[in-house]
């Protein structure tokens, strides 16, 4: 490396730009294979409303702050298997959308699934970031 008092312009590094975080989120879904499990209201409020991301995500899962989904079936739900972007709603009615190192099986009710192209935005989204999600048919 030189030392001393810069001469010329500095090196060009050779990496890619990289997009900056999104200030909203905007996530295309289809209806996934536990929707009959929610409400129709629950699936409008879902489809319709907007959430936030909460700061209680990591690599397994983004977290959301908002509206909950009331069930219109009670009970438990035998685990299944997972997929990435699949919307999981827990007993507190927040959805969490599963990214990266999300577990392979669950035991919570998937209304609906996140379009796998608007998954890299979901993982890079600040906490307080507004997110709506957004009916896509298949």
Known sequence: LPLGPPTD???RLDTAPQPAPPAELVLRVTLGPREDWFTPQALRDLTSR????????????????????????????ASEAMVLGAIQVPPDGLPLIFLADHPTTGGYPVPAVVHPADLPGAAQARPGTPLRFVLVRR
């Open 50 to 77: 907007t959430y936030r991301v909460s700061p209680a995500g990591n690599r397994i899962g983004l977290r959301t702050e908002g509206p909950t989904l009331e069930r219109a079936r009670s009970g438990e739900l």
């Open 9 to 11: 312009a500095p090196a």
